[in-house]
């Protein structure tokens, strides 16, 4: 919505009015003319007009302010406005008659507010009110009595209404019954009274035997005896919640009332060309910091940059009559920039031509203030999405490079999907998920994959294997398999990231150059320590359970279980397992990192 819009929409409440006496020429503005329920476009405006859309019952009201102009007292009246569809509208009209050299009336301006909000809740209140006042007139809640000291002595009403039994009212006991925020006020003037010999009347929260709090108001005088002694006390009370709910519904409409017409921000003001002097409406100095005065001291105030351009759509309404629309910056007191947007009109006389220009202005800083943050965050926004489209870039290069198949995982290692993985194995994304991929490794390896992986996630580092893996011909290939974490700021993993290099035959190497081969990268471990998970995964290799393994290394069942579980440091026991395992065809590696690996023995080939 343009500042155009908005400013419209402003004054979508309120409409101006001008009234020349000696032409009977009338100007509304275009809220007045929406006020009415009618075209700007449609019909000319005039008093005759104005007054045949005036409820029948209040004309006479519309037309005493006629009388009023035209003798040169101040416009003030309400009535009711019957727009073309039948609607009925509120409406208040304020206004003040101008007078000529000779001091008498020659024009009227004022403006019509839209005030069906307020008159309605008005209503609407005066009508609550008279029904409350009919109901405690024909009855109340109950009465009561107490003795001249304070003792409750009757009060069934107040037992029925609170739930209290006599006993626990007794006393100052009914002050139970009371909202705590209202307690105290009630005991201090209930003992005020008591003390002071005097009838008062309170109004406060009591809580209903269904569990809610209701207003009540109550009333208490004392009866005195013939020597003026108090004998007892005597109450009534009366159930107000709904007059004070209605009540409180009033003070908040016209709280939100005046706040709306408080936020818009708006003056009027009348420029007259003969004299080049401006009349602006009360609130003016408030809004603009402006009184009153000299078309100048608009000029002085004005930012320098803005100042031609405002003076030159003003001569042009000057001369055209076109209506007159400028947005520029004004310095407040304390030197600070405050952007408003005037809106105006020219009004002519037969005689003389263009004589006064009449309109609005409206303080637009905060719109002005919107637009540019809006601007900020869009060119932010616009510099966010660049970088995000950069690091994308980056990323899939990045991809490309890392191997042909790149994954990443949760902290525990489940896998949602592997679009890699599935392009090469055929696997569908509901089998590749959790654990699912590893039905795609070669069943020899499977067994000392899972276990791999799970000492990664265990020991929380980074580790590098070989596997088969069958692609969606069947066929086996060999894959060099890489995990590293990815670490939050207090050591805890975020995810895992993965790679897997297809491993093919070693290229040509050209004359005077080396290539590193897989047997460069991993080395045979000769004789360092193996570790627990390289013995399970070796024994998975071999297809031997604990049993098996610990006849054919001459060691008992207990003896590899306590290998297999890092409970054991005999080196003798160790070496017996390890020589047994690669006698039977497996290999035990070492990275140049330092981690450790395990893999079958025989040669490779891409298709086992």
Not at 343 to 358: D, E, H, K, P, Y
Not at 541 to 559: F, H, K, N, P, Q
Request: aromatic share 6%.
């Amino acid at each position: 919505m343009s500042v155009d819009d908005k400013v419209v929409e402003s004054l979508s409440l309120a409409g101006t009015w001008e009234w020349d006496f000696t032409s009977g020429t009338v100007t509304w503005s275009d809220g007045l003319f929406r006020l009415l329920g009618l075209n700007p476009r449609a019909v000319p405006p005039s008093y005759d007009l104005f007054v045949s859309r005036v409820h029948p019952e209040d004309r006479a009201s519309a037309e005493a302010t006629s009388f009023m102009a035209r003798s040169g007292q101040m416009l003030d009246a309400a009535f009711r406005i019957v727009t073309p569809d039948g609607a009925e509208r509120w409406a208040a009209s304020v206004g003040e008659v101008f007078q000529d050299a000779a001091g008498q009336p020659a024009w009227a301006a004022g403006v019509l507010i839209d005030v069906t909000d307020i008159r309605r809740a008005q209503l609407e209140l005066a009508a609550r009110e008279e029904r409350y006042r009919a109901l405690a007139t024909a009855n109340s809640l109950g009465q009561w009595r107490a003795s001249p000291e304070g003792e409750i002595l009757e009060c069934n009403f107040w037992c029925e209404i609170t739930g209290q039994s006599p006993e626990e009212a007794q006393w100052l006991g009914w002050l139970n019954a009371i909202h705590p925020d209202d307690v105290d006020t009630v005991s201090a003037i209930w003992l005020d009274a008591l003390q002071l010999g005097s009838s008062t009347q309170l109004s406060y929260r009591v809580r209903h035997c269904s569990g809610e709090y209701r207003w009540i108001l109550t009333k208490m005088v004392p009866i005195r005896n013939a020597d003026g002694s108090i004998r007892e006390w005597v109450g009534s009370s009366e159930d107000i919640h709904a007059k004070r709910e209605a009540e409180e519904a009033l003070r908040a409409n016209e709280e939100r009332m005046r706040l709306a017409l408080a936020a818009a921000r708006m003056i009027t003001w009348d420029y007259d060309l003969g004299t080049s002097c401006v009349t602006r409406s009360a609130n003016s100095v408030d809004v603009t910091g402006l009184g009153s005065g000299p078309i100048e001291d608009l000029w002085a105030r004005m930012h320098p940059d803005d100042r031609p351009v405002a003076m030159k759509a003003l001569q042009a309404a000057k001369t055209s009559g076109e209506p007159l629309l400028v947005q520029c910056r004004l310095y407040r007191s304390d030197g600070g920039i405050q952007w408003v947007h005037a809106q105006a009109q020219v009004l002519r006389n037969a005689r003389q031509g263009s004589t006064r220009i009449v309109g609005v202005t409206v303080d637009i800083t905060s719109q002005k203030a919107a637009e540019a943050r809006y601007e900020e965050e869009r060119i932010a926004h616009e510099a966010t999405r660049k970088a995000l489209r950069e690091l994308e870039a980056q990323h899939l290069a990045l991809t490309k490079a890392a191997g042909d198949i790149v994954w990443s995982s949760s902290p525990d290692g489940q896998v949602t999907d592997i679009p890699g993985w599935r392009e090469f194995t055929g696997q569908t994304p509901e089998q590749v998920q959790n654990w699912g991929w590893l039905k795609a490794v070669h069943p020899a390896d499977r067994e000392r994959i899972r276990d791999s992986m799970q000492r990664v996630i265990d020991e929380r580092s980074g580790t590098l294997f070989d596997c088969r893996v069958r692609d969606k011909d069947g066929a086996y290939q060999w894959f060099e398999v890489r995990i590293v974490p990815v670490l939050a700021d207090d050591g805890t993993v975020r995810h895992w990231i993965g790679s897997c290099q297809r491993i093919r035959e070693a290229l040509p190497v050209p004359t005077g150059t080396s290539m590193p081969t897989l047997d460069d990268v991993r080395r045979p471990l000769a004789q360092a320590q193996i570790l627990p998970w390289q013995v399970r995964a070796a024994r998975a290799i071999v297809g031997w359970s604990a049993r098996e393994l610990a006849e054919a290394a001459g060691v008992s069942l207990s003896t590899v279980r306590r290998i297999e579980e890092a409970q054991s440091h005999d080196a003798r026991m160790l070496a017996a397992v390890r020589s047994t395992l690669e006698q039977t065809g497996v290999e035990f590696l070492s990275s140049p990192d330092g981690q450790g690996s395990v893999r079958p023995a025989k040669p490779r080939q891409n298709h086992p």
